[in-house]
């Protein structure tokens, strides 16, 4: 079985902080980790997968299998990113597994 | 210039009453999803349709069905809605099933049973 694990369900950081958002994991095989976000009124869009080790508006991830985790970082927060923010896991059948989710707020 | 649409946004049914739920799509994906998301808690996987081969996840009830009659709908019925049916019910499309073929989600449509 996969399992998701986004231990924070709220995140609040000043404009210009450094954010971090925690995803842990479980999974037997070799995972494919992805990061979606969902901004105030939009849909659920993809932000960035491990496999492209891309930056994407700032933010980067970096699995690690030892400590089975894909942390979402960025240097300095802006307003902008406030959103809503899933951790997803696919497996070897290609079905996608969220975890709950956290709320991210960057305040001014 | 949407490209996964839900309609309706908000629907409301009364305990027991079949509801269905519609997405359509513009993209002309090969794989179509549904997504039950409760508050709080992770979007659930009910059943994916890849083409015309339907694929039902071993927990989603009896009470879930779906149907995709062509490429560009499918369809969530819910046959005697429960209360513990009220949700966000998210459609999602992709291209092909893997890593290489992002997930596009529709706006979701909420679900309230009276």
Known sequence: ?108 | DAMVIQNPRYQVTQFGKPVTLSCSQTLNHNVMYWYQQKSSQAPKLLFHYYDKDFNNEADTPDNFQSRRPNTSFCFLDIRSPGLGDAAMYLCATSRETGVNSPLHFGNGTRLTVT
């Open chain 1, 1 to 108: 079985a996969q399992r998701v694990t986004q231990p924070e369900k709220l995140l609040s950081v000043f404009k210009g902080a450094p954010v971090e958002l925690k995803c842990n994991y479980s999974y037997s095989g070799s995972p494919e980790l992805f990061w979606y976000v969902q901004y105030s009124r939009q849909r659920l869009q993809l932000l960035l997968r491990h496999i492209s080790r891309e930056s994407i508006k700032g933010f980067t991830a970096d699995l690690n299998k030892g400590e089975t985790s894909f942390h979402l970082k960025k240097p300095f927060a802006q307003e902008e990113d406030s959103a809503m923010y899933y951790c997803a896991l696919s497996g070897d059948d290609y079905k996608l597994s969220f975890g709950a989710g956290t709320t991210v707020t960057v305040r001014a």
